[in-house]
């Protein structure tokens, strides 16, 4: 899709153009009562051109919101979060990146026993898999329920990428079960992420 | 934006923001060590500080004060009650402060925030002890009337330091205090007076409007000790990742009037103290001189 | 707190211990509040936002009268600035009837005197009326009157908040 460049600014309610003329897109939308397209967000209007052979060939109107909004979290995101609370059958960790991008309000997840890792799901110790404040790479699994999103380390790449030891230096990777304090040379369990690939 | 330190991997795929979230005191060392802060100041000097007087105009006396993002509103009203026995001859004036949910996102209706009721104190004892306000000058008619000052904080926006912020709303709105005209009538009660000079038989007990006259104002730096470095007027961010702080009041003399230190893991030998003391001195004549700003700002209307 | 597919809104309207003239326990509005939920929840697109809150947090500073409109308004534009979808703008108007004279967004003072009100919240581009309360007696041309003169004030309040936010935008951009 080319784009042509529009740099007028308009704010929720306004008219955007007829139905017959422009598709809705993002920050748009269409009113069925009198087919007229208005916009639903304060920011720069944007025409985008359908592609030469897509049967509908009207432009899709959007409008690119002036404020960044942060991520929010949706199923099959990768997301880093910090863990705050680990009990016996799950931990609770709050969501602070949703890929590349930091969110701008924390978001709760879950960590479930059987979320942990792929093998042998009913023998995890949810304390050697995890501690509070431990850094962790997790895929999102469901937006859960009312409370917290769950999430998932279950494959190699997800786990706890950064943790401190009770000596309060950043450990390094053993093993995909192990870290070991730089200071102290003592090993701490953790479900550890593989990096590198 | 690859960081080569011990985070490693993660750093070189998240953005600057992410690797602020996650890692902050990182972040911050690392600027820290080019004696820099983040939002480009210097270690040692506060942010912008505007104070406008007057912003309420239903109030007897009111201000509005803004140290970089954090905005405290301050207002007086005044109602006349019967002094106490043991002051027949003085007033009295309430200081509340208060946190309304739109300052921060951590304050919710029914989650109110845990630092409301600390400055709200702090300021008590601030004011009374820095000898600001001489309470004679509250009392109308010794023994049966007097003024009840009712001074309230609101913060509009919580970004650091709100002890300072605080304490300079609330001095600008007492500076700005005109005193009602009031006069006594038959009935042996206070009334306000009329603008036009009002009728003969009240006795007038206070003639015109007349401002307090304050001795010694109280201001205030708050500072962050972590390791070796001491951060001037910190914002909320820093305050929620190195948490010993350091508050010093001094009045405009130069003169302490209190230190605060509530804990912290940073212990402040006397030449930390020292430098925060410094740097209060220094702070005083800039608020001193922005206050007088203000003040000749508003006497030219 | 049950999960909810589509979005929820919370509001709250609270005033400062000295916005009105005589000094009072700043509490919370409990009337203004629902009233402000009710003028706002037609406006917003909640489905976009599913198993999120949006909180509006209005905090009086000083009561001059006309005070739930001008909230309504200001809400408004938060809400705009904030970047939530929404239908249209929303804006409020108040009026009072004093005799025979309709008197348009009044003081406290008007307010104190008044015989009957009215007050309006539109979405203005759409021309419909989310709310709409009336006290006190009125004729039914008197009603008519009376809605026509807040939904035009509606329309230009309406244009002025507009161009604020397409100020606030362009500003922000460079």
């Given at each position: ?65 002036h ?33 590349p991008k ?46 917290a999103?769950?999430?998932s ?45 | ?127 009374s ?115 010993t ?57 | ?8 809104l ?12 005589v ?14 939920h009710?003028?706002?929840e ?26 739930l ?38 003081i406290l ?28 007696e ?10 026509q ?20 935008t ?5």
């Amino acid at each position: 899709m080319k784009e042509e460049g529009e740099r007028e600014v308009v704010t929720p309610g306004e008219v955007l153009g007829k139905a017959s003329d422009v598709r809705a897109g993002r920050g748009a939308y269409l009113a069925p009562h009198n087919n007229l397209v208005y916009a639903s967000l304060t920011g720069f209007r944007r025409a985008l051109s359908p592609s030469p052979d897509s049967p509908d060939q009207r432009p899709t109107v959007e409008i690119t919101d002036h404020k960044a909004h942060g991520a929010v979290p949706e199923p099959g995101s990768i997301v880093i979060a910090r863990v705050t609370k680990v009990m016996a059958k799950m931990a609770s960790a709050d969501i602070m990146c949703v890929g590349p991008k930091s969110v701008r309000e924390k978001f709760s997840g879950i960590i479930r026993q059987q979320d942990v890792r792929a093998t042998e799901i009913d023998k995890v110790d949810m304390h050697l898999s995890f501690r509070p404040g431990d850094i962790v790479k997790a895929i999102v699994l469901s937006l859960g329920d009312a409370r917290a999103y769950y999430l998932s380390t279950a494959k190699n790449e997800l786990g706890v990428v950064s943790a401190e030891s009770t000596a309060g230096a950043t450990m390094v990777p053993i093993s995909w079960t192990e870290m070991q304090c730089p200071l102290t040379a003592q090993i701490e369990h953790r479900k550890v992420a593989k990096i590198g690939g | 934006m690859g960081l080569p330190d011990a985070s490693g991997d993660l750093s070189s795929e998240m953005e600057v923001d992410a690797f602020r979230r996650l890692f902050p005191l990182r972040f911050y060392e690392r600027h820290l060590a080019e004696s820099i802060r983040p939002d480009g100041r210097p270690l040692g000097r506060a942010r912008d500080t505007t104070i406008a007087l007057g912003a309420v105009t239903s109030a007897d006396g009111s201000a509005l004060a803004k140290i970089g993002s954090t905005t405290m509103l301050a207002a007086v009203k005044m109602e006349v009650m019967t002094p106490s026995m043991e002051s027949p001859d003085e007033g009295c004036i309430a200081i509340d402060f208060h946190m309304p949910p739109i300052c921060s996102p951590i304050v919710r209706p029914g989650r109110p925030a845990e630092a409301a009721p600390v400055v709200s104190k702090q300021l008590s004892d601030t004011i009374s002890s820095s000898g600001m306000i001489n309470l004679k000058e509250l009392s109308l008619v010794s023994g049966k009337a007097a003024w009840m000052a009712y001074l309230d904080i609101y913060c509009l926006d919580a970004d650091g330091a709100l002890f300072d912020a605080a304490l300079l709303s609330a001095v600008a709105a007492l500076f700005h205090l005109q005193i009602p005209a009031v006069s006594l009538n038959d009935d042996g009660k206070i009334v306000v007076s009329e603008e036009d000079g009002g009728k003969l038989e009240k006795e007038p007990v206070n003639k015109e409007k007349r401002k307090l006259t304050l001795r010694s104002i109280p201001f205030s730096l708050t500072c962050i000790l972590h390791k070796n470095y001491i951060l001037a007027d910190p914002t909320s961010e820093e305050e929620a990742i190195m948490e010993t702080l350091v508050t010093v009041v001094l009045d405009s003399s130069s003169q302490l009037i209190s230190l605060y230190k509530p804990g912290g893991a940073v212990l402040a030998y006397t030449s930390a103290v020292q430098d925060c003391i410094a740097l209060t001195r220094q702070r005083v004549r800039e608020l001193q001189k922005i206050l007088d700003e203000a003040n000749s700002g508003m006497e030219v209307d | 707190m049950m999960y909810s597919d589509i979005g929820r809104l919370n509001c709250n309207v609270s005033y400062t211990t000295f916005a009105t003239p005589v000094r009072a326990q700043g509490s919370d509005r409990k009337e203004f509040s629902s009233m402000l939920h009710k003028a706002l929840e037609g406006a917003i697109i909640l489905e976009t936002f599913p198993k999120t809150t949006v909180d509006v947090f209005a905090l009086v500073l000083e009561s001059g009268g006309s005070d739930l409109p001008v909230v309504i308004s200001c809400a408004s534009l938060a809400l705009a600035d904030a970047g939530i979808l929404m239908y249209d703008l929303v804006t409020s108007v108040s009026l009072s009837c004093l005799g025979k004279n309709l008197v348009i967004d009044p003081i406290l003072e008007e307010e104190s005197y008044q015989d009957g009100s009215l007050m309006i919240t539109c979405m203005p581009s759409r021309y419909e009326v989310t709310q709409l309360t009336i006290t006190g007696e009125w004729s039914t041309p008197k009603i008519n009157e009376g809605m026509q003169l807040c939904l035009d004030a509606c329309s230009k309040l309406a244009n002025i908040m507009r161009s604020c936010l397409k100020e606030a935008t362009t500003s922000s951009q460079e």
